[in-house]
């Protein structure tokens, strides 16, 4: 146990000591010089090698162009890891990882936070499969930009292009065969990526894509927490989002959110999911049974703006989907419908139901399950 122990310390303390030394002066990576998104999408805006490197890995912070629901080009940031080593002459194989939610604000992205790689769930395992991992914030966070919480194509955008950034990196050694993996929002993120991959991002090889409790049926997901701290949480970061997006649809949240609703919104959207959890939970407690005005899914634009953004088309690549039977956030019923819709569209999907996982922990508790399922595609 103390050689484990050991052996970890020297894994992990380097890269927390690097990621330390880079605090004073992150801000300034994150500031978007005057007419940055003008350009290509997936086109690398900066780039900057990370100090605190994972063992055996290199990693670069980037800032990269994209495309958001209406066409606009915007910013997003993100990671990029890689093995040490030659890559194979074709390439390696590129994971692009969609994260669970952090929140909304700037700040909550995952690539400002100290350790960065801590969320990127099997990230070891990955790397140790040859694979280069990019890992993007999504738009709006981490740098200036419209708020793109479970807006799908704006999120799917951005993963594939976080795929052609790290293209950008020669020593990331990045290919064009690709896997998507995501985890609750950014299993949403994972499967809009997929079904957008063939039109939108047509030299990339979609390979595989693998979710885990995924956002995917937006309708049924807030329905399923109209009366819960789950549910403010959620529509807390949502409704603000779809506000601002869809504006010009008529999405006025005093036609779905209560006005104590609409008081505490501002303040909720300030704050990280993890970092924040308690404070969150401290100010949406007094409004929760009293925050839906009425149930999105039968008022419009909102019935609509849900199902949109809500994953279901058909895609080229096999699927492998993991559920929590523990989940009480994304409920195991929901996933297993979409499971079925998925298989009626004619995909492959390798179902996982796992018995003692929650939501916080069935991406971690897939990855044995993932590692097999990889090795059986000869990815």
Known sequence: MATLVAIGALAVVPRLVGDEQERSGLAEFYRAPAGAAEGAPGSVVRVEPMRG???????????????????????????????????????????????????????????????????????????????????????GMGTAGPDSYLVGVTAGNSVLDSVRAAREIPDAGAGTSVILWGHSQGGQAALFAAERAEAYAPELGLTAVAVAAPAADLTALLQGHLDDVSGATIGSYAFEAYAQVYRDRGAALDSVLTSEAQRVLPRMNELCLLTDLSELHRIAQPVVGDFFAADPGSVEPWATLLRENSAGAAFDAPLFVAQGMRDRLVLPDDTEQFVEHEREQGIEVDFHPIAEADHGTVAYLALPALDSWLDSLGV
């Open 53 to 139: 490197d994972p063992l055996d890995a290199d990693a670069w912070r980037i800032m990269y162009r994209t495309t958001d629901v209406h066409g606009e080009r915007v910013l997003a940031t993100g990671v990029v890891i890689a093995p040490r080593g030659t890559p194979p002459s074709e390439g390696r194989t590129v994971l692009a990882w969609g994260h669970s939610t952090s929140g909304t604000a700037e700040q909550c992205a995952p690539s400002r936070s100290f350790d960065p790689f801590i969320d990127v769930e099997g990230m070891r395992m990955m790397l140790d499969r040859g694979y280069t991992i990019v890992a993007t914030d999504y738009v």
